[in-house]
T-cell receptor, first 113, second 113 residues
């Protein structure tokens, strides 16, 4: 069966420090992968999505970047965090072949202080 | 204009009430539609997919109106446990024939005793 792993669960980082959040998928190949962010009391904002290795589409220009070095690995990064980067980050996987649900990781609560 | 728009609420209803949420989307080429439920600081969970013919799952009914580009969710006989944020999700065409899953900002439902 397909599973999606995301870590860490919580992270407290100082302003200006780097960031690396990792997401891996098991049980499938060539998945469509997504990074979302959710600010407190707000909806999910699509940050990046990827349909294959090395293919990244950015939805919102910002302080973050994404990479897909392997088929089932999706990484969210920043060189220097801002206070506004605080939020709940979710990695997700979508089969993309019809009315199939989105599989979410358990999320990372990032606090930038 | 946002790609997916929802009334943020909150909707504050008594137990047993019927409540309806609407969601509009801007891209007429959107293919798939979903309602997700999210409890505080947890990953969203699929509530139901939305089909053109409308679909029902127990107390929940979803409808799609492609001509007017909106989807709806009806909850009958509300329970306290229905209190959550309900997210509308639309699968819209992205780059390179890929699809991106866009979330509405969510509608918060509070069911009171």
């Amino acid at each position: 069966s397909q599973t999606i792993h995301q870590w860490p669960a919580t992270l407290v980082q100082p302003v200006g420090s780097p960031l690396s959040l990792e997401c891996t998928v098991e049980g499938t190949s060539n998945p469509n992968l997504y990074w979302y962010r959710q600010a407190a009391g707000r909806g999910l904002q699509l940050l990046f999505y990827s349909v294959g290795i090395g293919q990244i589409s950015s939805e919102v220009p910002q302080n973050l970047s994404a990479s897909r070095p392997q088929d089932r690995q999706f990484i969210l990064s920043s060189k220097k965090l801002l206070l506004s980067d605080s939020g709940f980050y979710l990695c997700a996987w979508y089969p993309g072949t019809g009315n199939e649900k989105l599989f979410f990781g358990s999320g990372t609560q990032l606090s930038v202080l | 204009r946002k790609e997916v728009e929802q009334d943020p609420g909150p909707f504050n209803v008594p137990e047993g009430a019927t409540v309806a949420f609407n969601c509009t989307y801007s891209n007429s080429a959107s293919q798939s539609f979903f309602w997700y439920r999210q409890d505080c600081r947890k990953e969203p969970k699929l509530l139901m997919s939305v089909y053109s013919s409308g679909n029902e799952d127990g107390r929940f009914t979803a409808q799609l109106n492609r001509a007017s580009q909106y989807i709806s969710l009806l909850i009958r006989d509300s329970k306290l446990s229905d209190s959550a944020t309900y997210l509308c999700v639309v699968n819209s065409p992205g780059e390179d024939s890929s699809y991106k899953l866009i979330f509405g900002s969510g509608t918060r439902l509070l069911v009171r005793p």
